[in-house]
C-alpha cells in the first residue's frame, strides 16, 4: 500500500537551477532500473552498457517491473549478460583500462518492487533495489548518481518514500541533490508521484501515459524509431537495421550471441544513459548542452506542477528542445528526435569498435583520436570569452591517433546548445575542415522570426562563454 504523505510537499532546498552544470572530476556514476525480460530492446541496451563499463561506474543494476511487465522481474537475465562480459574482459583490457570484473558487477545485480506502480511501494514494500539505490546516494562522493531508468520507476519511488519516512528534511533535501534522473517516458504511475512529492529532483522526461501512446513524440525514439514510429525523417536507417546489427554486433563472441534481434525498435532505452559515455559532448553536465542521448530544456510541460528537464520551449525565440539537422537527403530537418539521431553514426560505429575488441588484440581494432585543442588534452568541456567582432583560434593540431591513421577535422556550431536564458548566440566559422579553426561572435542574439525590440535587439556587444 502506498502510505500517506502530507508534511513534506514543500522541500527546504531550491531545485537546482537551469543554469548550472555538473562539474566534477572522474567518472559519471549510474544506477540501472530495467524491466528487462519483458522485451529484447533492454537486453540490447545492457550488452552495450557493459561495453562503456569502463567509463562509467555503474553502482547498482536494478530489475523492475513496468507496464508492460507488471508481475514479474528477470535479474537472471543481467546475471547472463555479466557472465558474458565476464569472458570478454581480457581482451577489453588489452584496449583500455578500468573495466570491472564481473564478480563485481554481478554484485551489483539487485531486485527491485516485484509487483507495478504505486501500488507495490509503502512502508511494508521495502527491496533490496530500493536500499540499493539509497545506499549509493548516501556514498560519499562529490559526482551525482545518474538513476537510468529503462522501465517502471517505482522502485526509485520507494527509496526516495523511505529516506523521507526516516530522515529530517535537510538530509532528504541532501539526499536528492544527488539524484539525476532520466527516465524514457513513463513506464507506470510512479513518475509523475515522484515528480509532485519531490519538486526538486533532477528529472529528465518526457511526461506520458504509461500506456506508451505519447512514445511516438519522445525524444528517445530518435536512437532507431525511424520507421515503427515513422518519426525520425532525414535519418540514415542503415546503422539501426538487423541486418547491420548482425554484420557488427551479433556475430562476435560471446557477448554480440547475447545481443537479440529487435521486435519494435533497437535499444529504445539506451539514450538514458548514451550521454554519460565519454565522447567530449559532455551532456550529462547539462542536459541543454545536448549529446548522443538528446538534448532537453528546462521548462514546465503541461501537467506538472514544476519545471523539469523535458521537450518544448518558446518556437519565437527560438530556444526549444529541437534540433535542426541536415538529413541523409541533404534537407534540413528540425525535431526532438534529431537530437539524437544526428550523431547516429557516431555511436553506432564506436559500438560495433568496442564490440571488436572483445574478441581482437590492439593491432586489429580501431581506436578513438586523443584529442588537444588549444593545449588541453582529453575532452572536458573548454571555456573561452570573447566578445562580438573577436576572432577567436580553436587549435587541435596538437591531436593524434593512437592507431597511426591519418586524422580528418570537421568543426561545426551546434546553435542550438548555446541557448542563455532566450538567447541564442551568432557566429561564424572558418577554417571548419582544418586542424586549426576561427571562430567569430557576429552577435550576441541571432534574428527572431519577426523583426522586434527585446532584449535580444539591445545586447549588442555582450561577453559571451564558449564552450
Same mark, same amino acid.
Given at each position: 500500500?502506498?502510505?500517506?504523505?502530507?508534511?513534506?510537499?514543500?522541500?527546504?532546498?531550491?531545485?537546482?537551477?537551469?543554469?548550472?552544470?555538473?562539474?566534477?572530476?572522474?567518472?559519471?556514476?549510474?544506477?540501472?532500473?530495467?524491466?528487462?525480460?519483458?522485451?529484447?530492446?533492454?537486453?540490447?541496451?545492457?550488452?552495450?552498457?557493459?561495453?562503456?563499463?569502463?567509463?562509467?561506474?555503474?553502482?547498482?543494476?536494478?530489475?523492475?517491473?513496468?507496464?508492460?511487465?507488471?508481475?514479474?522481474?528477470? =535479474?537472471?537475465?543481467?546475471?547472463?549478460?555479466?557472465?558474458?562480459?565476464?569472458?570478454?574482459?581480457?581482451?577489453?583490457?588489452?584496449?583500455?583500462?578500468?573495466? =570491472?570484473?564481473?564478480? /563485481?558487477?554481478?554484485?551489483?545485480?539487485?531486485?527491485?518492487?516485484?509487483?507495478?506502480?504505486?501500488?507495490?511501494?509503502?512502508?511494508?514494500?521495502?527491496?533490496?533495489?530500493?536500499?540499493?539505490?539509497?545506499?549509493?546516494?548516501?556514498?560519499?562522493?562529490?559526482? =551525482?548518481?545518474?538513476?537510468?531508468?529503462?522501465?517502471?520507476?517505482?522502485?526509485?519511488?520507494?527509496?526516495?518514500?523511505?529516506?523521507?519516512?526516516?530522515?529530517?528534511?535537510?538530509?532528504?533535501?541532501?539526499?536528492?541533490?544527488?539524484?539525476?534522473?532520466?527516465?524514457?517516458?513513463?513506464?507506470?504511475?510512479?513518475?509523475?508521484?515522484?515528480?509532485?512529492?519531490?519538486?526538486?529532483?533532477?528529472?529528465?522526461?518526457?511526461?506520458?501515459?504509461?500506456?506508451?501512446?505519447?512514445?511516438?513524440?519522445?525524444?528517445?525514439?530518435?536512437?532507431?524509431?525511424?520507421?515503427?514510429?515513422?518519426?525520425?525523417?532525414?535519418?540514415?536507417?542503415?546503422?539501426?537495421?538487423?541486418?547491420?546489427?548482425?554484420?557488427?554486433?551479433?556475430?562476435?563472441?560471446?557477448?554480440?550471441?547475447?545481443? =537479440?534481434?529487435?521486435?519494435?525498435?533497437?535499444?529504445?532505452?539506451?539514450?538514458?544513459?548514451?550521454?554519460?559515455?565519454?565522447?567530449?559532448?559532455?551532456?550529462?553536465?547539462?542536459? /541543454?548542452?545536448?549529446?548522443?542521448?538528446?538534448?532537453?530544456?528546462?521548462?514546465?510541460?503541461?501537467?506538472?506542477?514544476?519545471?523539469?528537464?523535458?521537450?518544448?520551449?518558446?518556437?519565437?525565440?527560438?530556444?526549444?528542445?529541437?534540433?535542426?539537422?541536415?538529413?541523409?537527403?541533404?534537407?534540413?530537418?528540425?525535431? /526532438?528526435?534529431?537530437?539524437?539521431?544526428?550523431?547516429?553514426?557516431?555511436?553506432?560505429?564506436?559500438?560495433?569498435?568496442?564490440?571488436?575488441?572483445?574478441?581482437?588484440?590492439?593491432?586489429?581494432?580501431?581506436?578513438?583520436?586523443?584529442?588537444?585543442?588549444?593545449?588541453?588534452?582529453?575532452?572536458?568541456?573548454?571555456?573561452?570569452?570573447?566578445?562580438?567582432?573577436?576572432?577567436?583560434?580553436?587549435?587541435?593540431?596538437?591531436?593524434?591517433?593512437?592507431?597511426?591513421?591519418?586524422?580528418?577535422?570537421?568543426?561545426?556550431?551546434?546553435?542550438?546548445?548555446?541557448?542563455?536564458?532566450?538567447?541564442?548566440?551568432?557566429?561564424?566559422?572558418?577554417?571548419?575542415?582544418?586542424?586549426?579553426?576561427?571562430?567569430?561572435?557576429?552577435?550576441?542574439?541571432?534574428?527572431?522570426?519577426?523583426?522586434?525590440?527585446?532584449?535580444?535587439?539591445?545586447?549588442?556587444?555582450?561577453?559571451?562563454?564558449?564552450?
Amino acid at each position: 500500500m502506498v502510505q500517506p504523505v502530507v508534511c513534506f510537499l514543500m522541500l527546504a532546498a531550491a531545485a537546482i537551477p537551469a543554469e548550472h552544470a555538473d562539474n566534477f572530476s572522474g567518472k559519471p556514476r549510474m544506477v540501472v532500473v530495467s524491466d528487462i525480460g519483458n522485451e529484447p530492446d533492454d537486453q540490447m541496451s545492457l550488452v552495450r552498457l557493459l561495453l562503456y563499463s569502463n567509463e562509467i561506474d555503474i553502482e547498482g543494476l536494478v530489475a523492475s517491473t513496468s507496464t508492460w511487465q507488471k508481475t514479474a522481474v528477470h =535479474p537472471e537475465t543481467m546475471r547472463a549478460l555479466i557472465q558474458a562480459y565476464g569472458q570478454v574482459r581480457g581482451h577489453l583490457l588489452l584496449h583500455a583500462q578500468g573495466w =570491472p570484473t564481473s564478480a /563485481d558487477l554481478d554484485a551489483k545485480v539487485f531486485t527491485g518492487q516485484t509487483a507495478y506502480g504505486m501500488a507495490a511501494t509503502g512502508r511494508e514494500h521495502m527491496s533490496e533495489g530500493a536500499a540499493a539505490i539509497i545506499r549509493a546516494a548516501d556514498r560519499k562522493d562529490e559526482r =551525482p548518481l545518474w538513476v537510468s531508468v529503462w522501465g517502471g520507476v517505482n522502485t526509485l519511488a520507494q527509496a526516495l518514500m523511505h529516506v523521507r519516512e526516516t530522515r529530517s528534511r535537510a538530509e532528504v533535501d541532501a539526499f536528492i541533490e544527488k539524484l539525476r534522473v532520466y527516465s524514457i517516458s513513463d513506464q507506470d504511475d510512479a513518475g509523475p508521484w515522484i515528480r509532485r512529492e519531490f519538486p526538486n529532483l533532477f528529472y529528465i522526461v518526457e511526461p506520458s501515459t504509461a500506456t506508451g501512446g505519447e512514445y511516438y513524440y519522445a525524444t528517445w525514439t530518435g536512437i532507431s524509431g525511424d520507421k515503427y514510429y515513422r518519426n525520425a525523417a532525414g535519418a540514415n536507417f542503415d546503422s539501426v537495421t538487423n541486418e547491420w546489427l548482425d554484420t557488427n554486433i551479433r556475430s562476435k563472441g560471446p557477448l554480440g550471441k547475447l545481443y =537479440p534481434r529487435f521486435a519494435f525498435i533497437m535499444e529504445g532505452d539506451t539514450p538514458s544513459y548514451l550521454s554519460l559515455i565519454d565522447n567530449g559532448l559532455n551532456a550529462y553536465r547539462r542536459p /541543454d548542452w545536448g549529446g548522443w542521448g538528446g538534448r532537453y530544456v528546462f521548462r514546465q510541460p503541461y501537467g506538472e506542477t514544476h519545471p523539469i528537464w523535458t521537450q518544448g520551449g518558446d518556437l519565437f525565440s527560438r530556444v526549444t528542445s529541437q534540433d535542426s539537422v541536415r538529413g541523409a537527403d541533404g534537407k534540413i530537418y528540425v525535431s /526532438d528526435q534529431s537530437t539524437i539521431w544526428r550523431w547516429r553514426d557516431a555511436f553506432q560505429n564506436d559500438f560495433a569498435a568496442r564490440m571488436t575488441w572483445t574478441i581482437s588484440d590492439y593491432a586489429h581494432a580501431n581506436h578513438n583520436p586523443i584529442v588537444e585543442v588549444n593545449g588541453m588534452k582529453g575532452t572536458a568541456p573548454i571555456f573561452l570569452e570573447t566578445e562580438v567582432g573577436q576572432p577567436l583560434t580553436l587549435d587541435a593540431s596538437g591531436s593524434h591517433d593512437p592507431d597511426g591513421q591519418m586524422l580528418h577535422y570537421h568543426w561545426f556550431h551546434y546553435a542550438e546548445a548555446g541557448g542563455t536564458g532566450t538567447a541564442l548566440a551568432e557566429v561564424t566559422l572558418s577554417g571548419a575542415d582544418t586542424a586549426k579553426a576561427t571562430v567569430t561572435a557576429t552577435a550576441t542574439c541571432r534574428p527572431q522570426w519577426l523583426p522586434i525590440t527585446g532584449p535580444c535587439r539591445q545586447r549588442e556587444r555582450r561577453t559571451s562563454s564558449w564552450r
